[in-house]
């Protein structure tokens, strides 16, 4: 559900990128299987970081949800961050997506930071 109000909101931008396969199976496995909030807050940090090492002027929130396109299975996130990663999964690699949305007046390298999840899942 979450994924619909995002897109309807008027005060965010968006893009759609597929995900590495290495992300596709960890959202698979951590999120939807077996539901790991540990994993969402874990996956989180690492988000937040890599986000500060590559802009480290800006200063950001951030939301994370995981889920598939009619329903959220986990969400670190109260839909009003100025970034939201939105993963959502599907049964195979290819068809798995990562929305990005970012709040308008922030920063918009924040989608070539976050382009195809450059981020380290060990």
Known sequence: MSLQKLLVQQNYD???CGMPKSLATFTRKHFIQEKSTEHLLLLKEKTISHLKTRLPSENFSVGLVAGGA???CLKESDLNEEIIIFLLSDITDV??????????????KIFEALYKFPISLD
């Open 14 to 16: 968006h893009k759609i």
């Open 70 to 72: 009619v329903h959220d």
């Open 95 to 108: 068809d798995s997506k990562m929305v990005t949305f970012v709040k308008h007046g922030v920063n918009t």
